[in-house]
């Protein structure tokens, strides 16, 4: 089993900034061995997949309406991976998560790849 927990999420105001975290935790988990993935889910909206690190060789991916603003980055000393998200914007707003999986290899943003799943951080942009 794999235990995921985000934190970091709140409020903030357009323009503004937040780092969300992910401690991943499991008998014998090591961090880099596992793609993980950073997914939101707004009100009525279905789950997307926004940025994704890879296990193969540490490739990052993000979707195109976060390119230049969120950066995805692991401590595999900690078991941690980040979302540093920057000039966040109203459309921002959702709950996020982040996941796993233990047979995937490189990386995907299709949720359906992943197996596990964090509890979900909620951020909030507006003024």
């Known amino acids: 089993q794999v235990q995921l927990v985000e934190s970091g999420g709140g409020l903030v105001q357009p323009g503004g900034s937040l780092r969300l975290s992910c401690a991943a935790s499991?008998?014998?988990?090591?961090?880099?061995?596992?793609?993980i993935g950073w997914f939101r889910q707004a009100p009525g909206k279905e789950r997307e997949g926004i940025s994704c690190?890879?296990?193969?060789?540490?490739?990052?991916y993000y979707i195109d309406s976060v390119k230049g603003r969120f950066t995805i980055s692991r401590d595999n000393a900690k078991n941690t991976v980040y979302l540093q998200m920057n000039s966040l914007k109203p459309e921002d707003t959702a709950v996020y998560y982040c996941?796993?999986?233990?047979?995937?290899?490189?990386?995907?943003?299709?949720?359906?790849?992943?197996?596990?799943w964090g509890q979900g951080t909620q951020v909030t942009v507006s003024s």
């Open positions: 996941a796993t999986d233990r047979i995937l290899f490189g990386a995907s943003l299709d949720p359906n790849e992943y197996d596990y």
């Open positions: 499991g008998s014998g988990f090591i961090l880099d061995h596992y793609a």
């Open positions: 690190i890879s296990n193969s060789d540490g490739s990052t």
